[in-house]
């Protein structure tokens, strides 16, 4: 879609265009009217085609180039000039996301010769309060001019550049004021004596010159604080400059900038610094830290990483060696524990063998099974097996054993048949009983 400015097509917006011609002469279809033009982007603003690829990560480039405005404006048939409050939302933006980086930096790349008093020294202290507040590091740039007003801009940065043969300063504030030439003609009515002065189509009387002449005075001496506080100069020493350009060599030299890199040289240099900075704080170093200490601090990091690594493998050998040695005096105290368990098991049902309240083969068995299925198993059984009473044991043919508790009638018919057995009565009427059973 194809971008489109608000444009004033009235007498005197197109006299300061100068346009002439048809347009220019046809005022009755202009004036009074509501129009749009079409427009490209790049005339909108300044940063669409300027801005250089590296404005993106942790160096974000905001661009300045030609007159600044208080306010940016779309020009008739003359493209757009910047102003402070567009330089400040681009300035902001960028402050944002570079603070989203570590070592995040924002390069301020200048080409101007400066512009309106008005708004300007609000604007720039803004721009360095934001600044300030998230951290990020500002370097300001001639690319090759920041003259005046576009050199206050520049006092943004934490650094200032200007190329060798780039100019800059120009510190002061200046009116200039043409006379009208129909002015001989103009006849001025006004309520006070000071109404509508000065103006163009007046001569300059004592009093103009005075309030002008004290406009520019305090104007500069404004900017010469400005100056002052950024540099850490006095402000004399800036005003006696006598509001001078001059090169980007001489201004290094008076202390008024930094160094002389140009553009494409601070772009590197910041994107270099917040790689630095970003593993200065990886390391844990302060930002004065140098690319020697960053080295030591490396080399000893590796080696307390390494140091600790044998550590924790020296801990954990240590950590196995202790649980293996618990274990093996834990099997050793179980030991005998265990033999102590089994000889009084054993104990029990020899005991309980000799009784008679198991046989023998059931005394082997019991062993046996404690041996394969452990002691509460065993006993579980032992109770099971192990009668009340001694048991009665018969050499009978197919008799059984039975416990001596368990009632047995010796009538005369068993007690015959034992005799002709030539067996106990009594256990051969048990035998009979177990029989039953």
């Given at each position: 879609?194809?971008?489109?400015?608000?444009?004033?097509?009235?007498?005197?917006?197109?006299?300061?265009?100068?346009?002439?011609?048809?347009?220019?002469?046809?005022?009755?279809?202009?004036?009074?009217?509501?129009?749009?033009?079409?427009?490209?982007?790049?005339?909108?603003?300044?940063?669409?085609?300027?801005?250089?690829?590296?404005?993106?990560?942790?160096?974000?480039?905001?661009?300045?180039?030609?007159?600044?405005?208080?306010?940016?404006?779309?020009?008739?048939?003359?493209?757009?000039?910047?102003?402070?409050?567009?330089?400040?939302?681009?300035?902001?933006?960028?402050?944002?996301?570079?603070?989203?980086?570590?070592?995040?930096?924002?390069?301020?790349?200048?080409?101007?010769?400066?512009?309106?008093?008005?708004?300007?020294?609000?604007?720039?202290?803004?721009?360095?309060?934001?600044?300030?507040?998230?951290?990020?590091?500002?370097?300001?740039?001639?690319?090759?001019?920041?003259?005046?007003?576009?050199?206050?801009?520049?006092?943004?940065?934490?650094?200032?550049?200007?190329?060798?043969?780039?100019?800059?300063?120009?510190?002061?504030?200046?009116?200039?004021?043409?006379?009208?030439?129909?002015?001989?003609?103009?006849?001025?009515?006004?309520?006070?004596?000071?109404?509508?002065?000065?103006?163009?189509?007046?001569?300059?009387?004592?009093?103009?010159?005075?309030?002008?002449?004290?406009?520019?005075?305090?104007?500069?001496?404004?900017?010469?604080?400005?100056?002052?506080?950024?540099?850490?100069?006095?402000?004399?020493?800036?005003?006696?400059?006598?509001?001078?350009?001059?090169?980007?060599?001489?201004?290094?030299?008076?202390?008024?900038?930094?160094?002389?890199?140009?553009?494409?040289?601070?772009?590197?240099?910041?994107?270099?610094?917040?790689?630095?900075?970003?593993?200065?704080?990886?390391?844990?170093?302060?930002?004065?830290?140098?690319?020697?200490?960053?080295?030591?601090?490396?080399?000893?990091?590796?080696?307390?990483?390494?140091?600790?690594?044998?550590?924790?493998?020296?801990?954990?050998?240590?950590?196995?060696?202790?649980?293996?040695?618990?274990?093996?005096?834990?099997?050793?105290?179980?030991?005998?524990?265990?033999?102590?368990?089994?000889?009084?098991?054993?104990?029990?049902?020899?005991?309980?063998?000799?009784?008679?309240?198991?046989?023998?083969?059931?005394?082997?068995?019991?062993?046996?099974?404690?041996?394969?299925?452990?002691?509460?198993?065993?006993?579980?059984?032992?109770?099971?097996?192990?009668?009340?009473?001694?048991?009665?044991?018969?050499?009978?043919?197919?008799?059984?054993?039975?416990?001596?508790?368990?009632a047995v009638a010796v009538t005369p018919s068993i007690a015959a048949r034992a005799k002709q057995l030539g067996v106990d009565p009594q256990e051969y009427a048990a035998a009979l009983v177990a029989e039953v059973k």
């Amino acid at each position: 879609m194809t971008p489109r400015v608000a444009v004033d097509l009235s007498r005197d917006a197109l006299l300061r265009a100068h346009v002439t011609g048809v347009l220019a002469a046809d005022l009755t279809l202009a004036e009074g009217g509501r129009w749009t033009l079409a427009t490209r982007a790049e005339d909108l603003s300044p940063d669409t085609n300027t801005t250089p690829p590296d404005s993106k990560g942790a160096v974000q480039v905001v661009t300045v180039r030609g007159p600044i405005d208080q306010r940016a404006t779309a020009q008739l048939c003359g493209g757009f000039t910047d102003g402070y409050d567009a330089i400040e939302a681009r300035f902001g933006a960028a402050v944002q996301k570079a603070s989203e980086h570590k070592g995040g930096r924002v390069v301020l790349a200048i080409d101007s010769p400066g512009g309106m008093v008005a708004g300007m020294l609000p604007a720039v202290r803004r721009m360095r309060r934001v600044a300030e507040s998230a951290g990020v590091r500002v370097i300001a740039v001639a690319d090759e001019q920041a003259t005046s007003a576009a050199y206050a801009l520049a006092l943004v940065g934490d650094e200032v550049h200007v190329p060798p043969h780039g100019r800059t300063a120009s510190v002061g504030s200046v009116i200039v004021r043409h006379q009208a030439t129909d002015a001989a003609g103009a006849e001025v009515f006004r309520s006070g004596d000071r109404k509508a002065r000065p103006n163009a189509v007046e001569a300059l009387d004592a009093k103009d010159r005075a309030e002008l002449q004290a406009l520019v005075d305090t104007a500069a001496a404004d900017f010469a604080a400005w100056v002052a506080e950024r540099r850490g100069m006095a402000a004399e020493d800036v005003l006696a400059l006598e509001g001078a350009a001059i090169s980007g060599a001489d201004a290094a030299r008076r202390g008024l900038t930094d160094g002389t890199f140009t553009a494409p040289e601070v772009i590197q240099m910041a994107q270099e610094q917040a790689a630095l900075d970003a593993v200065r704080e990886a390391l844990a170093l302060p930002a004065t830290a140098t690319a020697e200490m960053m080295v030591t601090k490396a080399r000893e990091g590796r080696e307390a990483l390494s140091a600790l690594s044998e550590a924790k493998a020296a801990q954990a050998n240590a950590e196995a060696a202790r649980i293996a040695l618990e274990e093996q005096t834990a099997r050793g105290r179980a030991a005998p524990e265990a033999t102590q368990k089994r000889a009084a098991f054993a104990a029990e049902v020899k005991a309980a063998c000799d009784a008679a309240t198991i046989t023998p083969p059931t005394e082997a068995k019991l062993l046996a099974h404690y041996d394969a299925h452990g002691e509460a198993s065993a006993r579980a059984t032992f109770d099971v097996v192990r009668s009340a009473g001694p048991i009665v044991r018969t050499s009978q043919p197919g008799g059984k054993d039975v416990p001596s508790d368990v009632a047995v009638a010796v009538t005369p018919s068993i007690a015959a048949r034992a005799k002709q057995l030539g067996v106990d009565p009594q256990e051969y009427a048990a035998a009979l009983v177990a029989e039953v059973k």
